[in-house]
């Protein structure tokens, strides 16, 4: 007897984390994996941020935390909204969450009632369509294809509204592409969406300082739309800290009070050591993000040179984040041995088996043509896996 509720049936495993589990299970068996399929920085979090951390537990910071967070921490979190976004906001206005994750999360439940449309623009990070499923919403999913750098078009945003569009998620620099929306493709945007005053924008920046470009734009720049965007960001990839689960909603203050309360009902407030080192990480010295960028950029230059030697890739240059997301249509439908490819799950795991390279199907993230890299690993690494990923597929006839 399936006792199990229908919410939690009409939910998708997460396919980064399935092939993730795949790929430990196969190296506990003693087969030498290269592991491109989990988002996140394989640098060490930076001393000084590790050095408040300890400190904290010295201090006693042993109790819990308000539910919104610590007010340092959304102080800090205030500054460099102005400093670095040039926007304004109070610590009223911040939720800080166990992870962006949450933060996107609390925001989606908080706005989102049964019926109620999400545009999402495709491809997406895995987790959207699954939180949007939670709160009983439907998603508008919006394809882009490498032609286009996998943006949205104005036009294409304006189709996709309806009477019962109640938001819209937008990731710049994306999971899983890598591309980034210039200013002056958010500012069409913005105009679009400003004529819709009941469409919230929930910006997903969380890869804002990995960037190739010269810097990050935010669509809250733009005063025809700025009261009705929640901007989600956190410390896990900028400064190497996925495991201390720190994200956090910047947001309107009717959304912001909302999503505290929603989290006072089921976490409360976040890590107590882990939101005075992400005090450190926003007021501290921020050397050490430029140069974890600098090796992202060195290592995406790197990615895509190997990549484009592959017979049949389709591939772009992401302009941020650390992924590739090449077109892989070209192998579907061909065999090596009884094994046939039919899709990008097929793919992946014929890769992970045959070559002994974790990667992740583009079904998942809502592009069935594509195979997501994380490039997020020693140069080392990269050109290992690269020359075991050609090699396996060139068994494919």
């Not at 994996?33 to 006693?60: M, R, W």
């Not at 998620?169 to 009941?198: F, R, W």
Request: overall charge negative; proline content about 5%.
């Amino acid at each position: 007897m399936n006792q199990l509720s229908d919410r939690l049936m009409s939910l998708s495993p997460s396919e980064t984390l399935v092939m993730s589990q795949k790929s430990n299970e196969l190296k506990a068996q003693g087969v030498d994996i290269i592991n491109l399929s989990v988002g996140e920085p394989d640098f060490f979090t930076p001393d000084h941020i590790k050095a408040a951390a300890k400190q904290a537990i010295d201090d006693n910071f042993s109790f819990y935390s308000p539910v919104p967070g610590y007010m340092d921490l959304r102080k800090a979190i205030c500054a460099k909204l102005k400093n670095e976004n040039n926007l304004d906001f109070a610590p009223e206005q911040i939720v800080v969450s166990n992870g962006a994750k949450q933060a996107i999360c609390n925001a989606i439940l908080c706005i989102v009632n049964p019926g109620d449309e999400v545009i999402i623009p495709a491809p997406c990070w895995v987790s959207y369509v699954e939180m949007v499923k939670l709160a009983e919403g439907k998603s508008v999913v919006v394809p882009a294809g490498i032609d286009q750098d996998f943006k949205i078009t104005p036009a294409q945003l304006e189709a996709a509204i309806t009477p019962n569009t109640k938001a819209i998620i937008l990731c710049s620099p994306s999971n899983p592409t890598g591309s980034v929306y210039s200013q002056d493709e958010l500012k069409a945007l913005a105009d679009i969406l400003a004529k819709h005053p009941q469409i919230i924008i929930i910006a997903d920046e969380i890869y804002e300082h990995i960037n190739y470009i010269g810097g990050h734009q935010s669509i809250a720049q733009f005063e025809s739309v700025r009261e009705r965007v929640a901007i989600i960001n956190g410390v896990s990839k900028a400064y190497a800290m996925t495991g201390w689960r720190i994200g956090f909603i910047a947001a309107p203050l009717w959304l912001a009070k909302a999503c505290n309360k929603l989290q006072g009902q089921y976490t409360s407030g976040p890590s107590s050591i882990a939101q005075k080192a992400s005090v450190a990480a926003f007021a501290g010295d921020q050397t050490c993000v430029e140069e974890m960028r600098v090796a992202f950029e060195r290592r995406r230059n790197l990615v895509v040179d190997l990549a484009r030697e592959i017979p049949g890739f389709k591939v772009n240059v992401p302009q941020g984040a650390f992924y590739l997301f090449p077109d892989v249509s070209y192998y579907y439908g061909k065999k090596y041995g009884d094994r046939v490819i039919n899709n990008s799950a097929d793919l992946a795991m014929y890769l992970l088996e045959e070559g002994h390279v974790a990667t992740v199907g583009g079904a998942a993230f809502c592009a069935p043509e594509y195979l997501r890299f994380s490039y997020a690993t020693s140069d080392e690494n990269l050109v290992e896996a690269l020359r075991r990923i050609k090699e396996a597929l060139a068994k494919l006839q």
